[in-house]
C-alpha cells in the first residue's frame, strides 16, 4: 500500500495547531507536520501586534490546561507575553522540527484512490497526509476592503492591527480610527497620549465595561505555582459560564424571551449611569450609550477606553463616513477632516462567515466542495469538527464551536475529539474515518433546537444588529448551543458510532475507489471491530 508524506498534517500555527500537535506528541503520534503561512508560532498573536494588544479574559483562563503557567505578569496579560507562552508550549513539545513556515495552503483535495489529502500550497510543491487537521483560527485576516469609497486615493499612513508598522511614528499624528470593537477599544486610549488629535468613527457604540486588571504580585504568583490552585480558578470561571449557558439554552422560551428584554433594559439602565460616573460630556455620553442588548455584539473590556473621550485631543464622530479623501475623511453632514494616518479597525474574515470559504479550496469525495455546501446549505458540523463526504479531516474553529471560554478551552476539546478518532483509526488498522450523514443531521438539528433563545435573542430582541455573531445567511454559527462540561465529556470520549470506519481495499486495476457500501461502522469504544473482522 502506497503510504502519504505524512500521517497527520495540521494547518495552521497558532493556538490550535501547538495544541493539536502536543495531544498527537502526548499520544505517541510522532508522524506529522504543522503548516503556517508565517515565520513563527502564534497565529493571531503574532500577526497582531497593535499598540495596546491584551487578552479580554484573566490569564489563568487564558491557557491550556496541560500547560499552566502562573508566571503572567498581569491579571489579563499583554500581547507580547501571550506570543511568548505559545511559543514557549511549542518549544516544550518540540513542535518545531516538525513545523515549515512561510507555507501557505491554498487547495486541498481528497485523493480517492489512495484515501488521502493533497495539500497544494503556493510555491512547496503537493504534500500528502492521510488525516488533516485545520488549525486555522477564528479571525482569519482583517478585512482587506472595509467598502468605504475613496479608500485608495488616501496618500497618508494606513495602519491595519494585524500589520501594523511600528517604523511609523504618530507622535503629534492626526489620526483618524475607524471603528469600536475590540481592537479598537485598545489602540484609541494607547495612542491618544502622543498624537496631536484623535478621531475615532463610531458606527454603532460599543459595551465597554471596567477591567479588573492589575499586576500580578509575586505573592500572586506564588500562590498560583501551589497544587490545584490554577486548576480551581479554572473550574470556578467556567462553572460560571457552564451555569450562563444552561441559563440561555435551557430555559423554556416563555420564560426566556421576556427574562432576555428585562436583563436587556437593566443592562442598558446601569451602563448609562456607569457612563455618567466617567464621562464628562453629555451629549458623547448619549452617543457612547448602545441601543442594543448586552451581548448583542461582542462586549469589550477596558478601563481607559470610555474615560478617553474625557481628553481634549480626542473626538468622537458618529457621523456616516461618506469617503475617504487623499488628505481626509468626509462624513454625511459635509464635515471633511484631515488626518495624517487612518487605523482601519474594520473587523476580520471570521470563520462563521460563508464567505470566508473559496470555492475550489476544500473538495472531499464524490466532488464534494466544502464552500459550495456552506454557501448553499449553511455552515454546519458534527459537533463542530467534522462534515460528511471530508473524511479524514476535523476542524478546531468550525460552525458552532465557540463555548463562552477562553479559546485553549474551545480547542482542546475540538482537537482532543480529533486525535481521539485519529488515535483509534490508526491502532484498528482503519485508513478512512468519516463522520456519517445520519450522525451530522442528528447533530444540526440539535444545535437548532437548543440554540432556539440565542436565535431569538439576536434574530428577534436585537434584529438588525451588525454583529458578527449573526452572518450574512442569518445563521448564529459563532456559538456553540450546548453545556462546556458535555462538550469536554464528548471530546475525551467520542461517539465511534457515528462515524464510518474503513480500512485499505484491495483494488482491481483501473478501480479508483472502495462503493460506500463497503464501509463498516465502529462500535463504542476503543476497542472495536478489527478491519479484518467485518
Known amino acids: 500500500m502506497n503510504r502519504p508524506d505524512y500521517e497527520v498534517i495540521i494547518i495552521g500555527a497558532g493556538p490550535g495547531g501547538i495544541c493539536a500537535g502536543a495531544q498527537l506528541v502526548k499520544r505517541g503520534i510522532e508522524d506529522f507536520l504543522i503548516l503556517d503561512r508565517g515565520d513563527g508560532f502564534g497565529g493571531s498573536w503574532r500577526d497582531n501586534h497593535y499598540p495596546g494588544l491584551g487578552v479580554d479574559v484573566p490569564g489563568f483562563c487564558y491557557q491550556y490546561s496541560f500547560r499552566k503557567n502562573p508566571d503572567w505578569s498581569r491579571m489579563f496579560p499583554r500581547g507580547a507575553e501571550v506570543l511568548a507562552y505559545h511559543r514557549e508550549v511549542a518549544a516544550d513539545f518540540q513542535l518545531g522540527s516538525r513545523t515549515r513556515f512561510g507555507v501557505r495552503v491554498v487547495r486541498e483535495v481528497w485523493d480517492e484512490t489512495n484515501d488521502w489529502w493533497e495539500i497544494h500550497t503556493d510555491g512547496h510543491g503537493v504534500i500528502t497526509g492521510r488525516f488533516v487537521i485545520s488549525a486555522i483560527g477564528a479571525y482569519i485576516q482583517a478585512k482587506a476592503d472595509p467598502g468605504i469609497d475613496g479608500l485608495g486615493d488616501f496618500r497618508g499612513e494606513i495602519l491595519r492591527p ?78 460560571v459560564i457552564e451555569t450562563f449557558l444552561r441559563i440561555v439554552y435551557q430555559t423554556p422560551r416563555a420564560l426566556f424571551r421576556p427574562g432576555a428584554r428585562v436583563f436587556d433594559v437593566l443592562g442598558r439602565a446601569l451602563y448609562r449611569t456607569y457612563l455618567r460616573a466617567i464621562v464628562r460630556d453629555k451629549q458623547t455620553r448619549s452617543r457612547l450609550a448602545p441601543a442594543y442588548g448586552v451581548f448583542g455584539k461582542r462586549p469589550t473590556l477596558s478601563n481607559d477606553y470610555v474615560a478617553n473621550f474625557n481628553r481634549d485631543n480626542v473626538e468622537l464622530v458618529t457621523s456616516a463616513i461618506t469617503g475617504v479623501t487623499p488628505h481626509g475623511i468626509r462624513t454625511a453632514d459635509g464635515v471633511e477632516r484631515d488626518v495624517d494616518a487612518i487605523v482601519l479597525a474594520t473587523g476580520y474574515e471570521l470563520f462563521s462567515d460563508p464567505e470566508s470559504y473559496r470555492r475550489g479550496a476544500v473538495l472531499g469525495r464524490d466532488h464534494f466542495d466544502l464552500a459550495d455546501f456552506y454557501n448553499t446549505q449553511g455552515l454546519q458540523a458534527y ?91 442569518g445563521d448564529m454559527p459563532y456559538i456553540r448551543p450546548t453545556s462546556l462540561f458535555e462538550a469536554r465529556r464528548e471530546s475525551r470520549n467520542p461517539c465511534l458510532d457515528d462515524y464510518e470506519f474503513r480500512s485499505a481495499p484491495i483494488r482491481l486495476p483501473g478501480e479508483s475507489k472502495i462503493p460506500d457500501s463497503d464501509r463498516v461502522r465502529s462500535g463504542k469504544g476503543f476497542d472495536s471491530v478489527g478491519p479484518n473482522e467485518r
Open 162 to 239: 494585524d500589520n501594523w508598522d511600528h517604523d511609523y511614528d504618530l507622535s503629534g499624528k492626526r489620526v483618524a480610527v475607524i471603528g469600536t470593537g475590540a481592537s479598537s477599544v485598545q489602540i484609541s486610549p494607547s495612542i491618544a497620549p502622543v498624537v496631536q488629535h484623535l478621531s475615532v468613527f463610531q458606527r454603532t457604540p460599543v459595551w465597554c465595561l471596567p477591567k479588573p486588571d492589575m499586576p500580578m504580585k509575586p505573592w500572586m504568583q506564588r500562590g498560583l505555582r501551589m497544587p490545584g490552585v490554577g486548576a480551581s480558578l479554572a473550574f470556578f470561571s467556567n462553572v
Open 383 to 473: 459537533q463542530s469538527v467534522a462534515v460528511p463526504k471530508l473524511p479524514n479531516r476535523w476542524m478546531l474553529v468550525g460552525p458552532y464551536s465557540w463555548i463562552g471560554t477562553g479559546w485553549h478551552e474551545l480547542v482542546e476539546i475540538s482537537s482532543g475529539h480529533a486525535v481521539n478518532v485519529i488515535d483509534h483509526a490508526r491502532r484498528a488498522g482503519y485508513v478512512v474515518a468519516e463522520v456519517s450523514q445520519v450522525a451530522h443531521e442528528s447533530y444540526q438539528r440539535k444545535v437548532r433546537e437548543q440554540g432556539a433563545n440565542i436565535a431569538y435573542y439576536f434574530g428577534t430582541l436585537n434584529k438588525g444588529l451588525r454583529t458578527y455573531y449573526v452572518n450574512s445567511q
